[in-house]
């Protein structure tokens, strides 16, 4: 069978981390058709837009798309076009792997988690944000809903299930906000019901923070709301060793979108030395989503079993490769993997 994807190749460095993780991904024998659409800088220079209706019917159409990172021009319109994108599809879940990997700063070798954000609603509203005219006092809104709630926390369920993940961490702060946390634990606590063969529990955020750590081991999949979610996915990220390997998936009903979570890197774009693997692991969530998980499992072990070989990896983990050279070292492996 074979599946088209969406593929944005970005802004800076993203062509270059976009064409080597093609490259594997054609070595995985996933069967994916490429449409290359644009988006960002480089749409804006094509197209004289930055998100052009080709891309968006792209996106819509196909349902899943791979995108490197993008730049948004100040004063063209979006405060972001990662929010607008986000927006525009309802993307409501931001999964965010923290993976270990051999050779890296990272400062524990045993964590593999997943972080589950609630992409939508919660603290990050822009409605109900006021400043009072003399500057003395600001206001602003959370809004936590039942709906919201279930559908993140069925999502993180339903994909621990579907990825043999064995434990839900549900990370919150209804102790001291009330309603809107204590609303979101509620249904949580209610949709855990469902999954008997998931071990669940429950953490409060700033405990959980001193948790992840100290032990990190002992997460599995973590959901919650978008503030926690997202304060809790860069700690994770640092706890792995930087945003070099953190890939972030944001998924929503009707499409998802897979990238890698650093941004356009300006100071090395042409230079032919960017890391490809965070995108890469971005599309390892993307072959789990479209249901190749084996696939995405080998994509993870060849790019580990590289780092482990130091074979051709890029400046940024102490080598001398290039983005091409070390995916070249990541596809052999590929090839020779079961
Ligand atoms: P943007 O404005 O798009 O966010 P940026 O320069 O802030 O661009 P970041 O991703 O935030 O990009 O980069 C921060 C630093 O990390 C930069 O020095 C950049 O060179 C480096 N960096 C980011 N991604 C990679 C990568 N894939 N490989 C190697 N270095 C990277
Ligand atoms: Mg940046």
Sequence with gaps: MTHTI???R??????????????????????????FVDAGMTALEKHGELLPAATMAAIGKHRVALKGPLTT????GFTSINVELRKRFDLYANLRPAITFPNTKAR?????????????????????QTLSPDGQQAQSLIRVSRRGSERIVRYAYDMARRLGRKKVT?????NIMKTTSGLFLSVARDIAKDYPEITSNE??????????????????????TNLFGDIISDLCAGLVGG?????????????????AVHGSAPDIAGKGIANPCA????AGQMLEHIGMPDKATRLRQAIRDTMAARDRVTPDLGGTGSTSTFADAIIERVKNSP
């Design 10 to 35: 970005g802004d800076g460095i993203g062509p270059e981390i976009s064409d080597a993780s093609l490259r594997v991904l054609d070595a995985l024998d996933a069967g994916l058709n490429y449409d």
């Design 73 to 76: 021009p100040v004063g063209e």
């Design 108 to 128: 524990y070798d045993n964590i593999d988690l997943i972080t589950v954000r609630e992409n939508t609603e919660g603290a990050y509203g822009s409605e109900g």
């Design 6 to 8: 969406a593929v944005i």
């Design 203 to 224: 953490m409060i955020v700033d405990n959980c923070c001193m948790q992840l750590v100290m032990r990190p081991e002992q997460f599995d999949v973590i959901v919650t």
């Design 170 to 174: 549900i990370v919150h702060k209804a």
């Design 243 to 259: 945003l070099g390997l953190a890939p972030g998936a944001n998924i929503g009903t009707d499409a998802a979108i897979f990238e």
């Design 279 to 282: 995108l890469l692991l971005g």
